[in-house]
């Protein structure tokens, strides 16, 4: 089969959690035979000589009409003989690209991001963000002054697009099954279009013998206040840096908070945790850690919780979003703790620091959760939707 990934941005498999995701499909979808492209219509810069995974083409949307915009797009796939598109963004410029694929062209769209993101938690998360700009101004003034009036005003953009897309696509697809009934809560949606994949681990076949590990807490993704709630971690750390001298805290990831963040770090006397910015390989990381800890306000889908399974780290998250209990069996193969409470957070990890044993076994538990999102059993599932276009 001939399927071509449509994104806003090209699919570059080291900058982010949809382009890794989408290149470990690819390249499994390729193994077994299928022929994959990628199109994206913002513009980013390429890397002098980076090697897609998959013939990659742009439409650049940065001038013309939307008419020419869609003419190129369709004759575009007439050429690659496209036999289904699958649509990663959620915009307008997605809805108008996905209603005009030609006719007889399987068309999903895929959700990549939590719907309606963070309503339970408007108040809390809006003071994190930075106003700095007129719109983080009104989302963040608006959030913590007139929570109701906010979410109504996001509730209204976001029904729309999702309504586009559920209407310009065969198939809409979304990570865990509970963001169906997120959806169907807030409006009228046709659910026979509407499915469950999850995104697949793509390091589920990493050997893990279960040996022993280094004493790191380890927090891996972008370095951001609103949604991650990096400063959380920070302020979990405190509380258990004294009391485990044989403990250290590790950040993996970039952005332009980052000094912001060592600054605090320095503010609060910290003396371990370490700032280890962004790498294009993460693994050792993984290999590295005991535990994995994610505070995010909100999320789609961490890649790092199931990243981290797959190397038998422990995760610890609030359960703030669906999608961890999904991923998280609490008290089997990671615990869950109740949103923003930085105390029960940090007790729940010095229990496990303390408690060898019990690490040990979620440990292994959560390396056989993760085979679950292998990259084999997710192909799977697509394939299977594929098939059913």
């Known amino acids: 089969m001939r399927i071509t990934f449509l994104c806003f941005i090209p699919i570059l498999r080291d900058i982010g959690g949809i382009q890794k995701v989408t290149d470990s499909l690819t390249l499994e ?11 994206h219509y ?4 390429i890397p002098e000589g980076y090697q897609f995974s998959a013939p990659q083409h742009y439409i650049d949307t940065r ?18 003989r496209s036999e289904v598109v699958v649509c990663l963004s959620n915009d307008a410029k997605a809805v108008l690209f996905l209603s005009h694929t030609p006719e007889g062209v399987g068309r999903v769209a895929v ?12 108040r809390v998360s809006s003071r994190e963000i930075k106003a700095s700009s007129l719109r983080n101004a009104v989302l963040k003034y608006g959030g913590m002054w007139c929570p109701s009036l906010l979410r109504a005003w996001m509730a209204r953009g976001e029904r729309r697009l999702i309504g586009g ?43 893990y013998d279960g040996g022993e590990r280094e004493h790191v807490l380890l927090y891996l993704g972008r370095l951001s206040n609103y949604p991650k709630n990096l400063v959380a ?4 750390w405190q509380r258990l840096e004294e009391a485990n001298p044989g403990w250290r805290a590790m950040v993996v990831g970039s952005s332009g908070i980052l000094q912001q963040m060592k600054d605090f770090v320095e503010k609060l006397g910290l003396k371990r945790l370490t700032f280890e910015g962004h790498q294009r390989d993460v693994r050792r990381y993984y290999r590295m850690a005991s535990i994995v800890c994610v505070t995010s306000f909100f999320e789609a889908w961490n890649m790092s919780l199931i990243e981290g399974q797959s190397f038998g780290c422990v995760p610890v998250a609030f359960s703030s979003y669906e999608a961890t209990g999904a991923m998280i069996d609490d008290g089997v193969n990671g615990l869950l703790v109740t949103p923003f409470d930085e105390r029960e957070m940090a007790e729940k990890i010095q229990q496990l620091i303390n408690d060898p044993e019990t690490w040990s076994r979620m440990s292994r538990e959560a390396k056989e959760k993760s085979a679950r999102y292998s990259i084999e ?4 599932q697509w394939e299977n939707l594929f098939r059913s276009l």
Request: overall charge negative; hydrophobic content about 40%; some cysteine.
């Open 29 to 39: 979808l390729q193994r077994r035979g299928h022929e994959v492209s990628y199109v």
């Open 42 to 45: 913002e513009w980013r810069k």
């Open 63 to 80: 001038s013309g009409s939307s008419e020419q915009w869609v003419s190129e797009y369709r004759a575009l796939l007439g050429t690659l």
């Open 111 to 122: 959700n990549h991001l939590q719907p309606f993101a963070g309503f339970e938690h408007v």
């Open 165 to 207: 897309l559920i209407d310009a696509s065969d198939r809409y697809v979304v990570l865990c099954e509970p963001y169906i009934d997120r959806i169907a809560s807030r409006m009228a949606v046709d659910r026979t279009k509407m499915c469950v994949i999850p995104n697949p681990s793509p390091y589920s076949h990493e050997v």
């Open 233 to 236: 971690f920070i302020r979990v």
């Open 377 to 380: 059993a997710v192909t799977d």
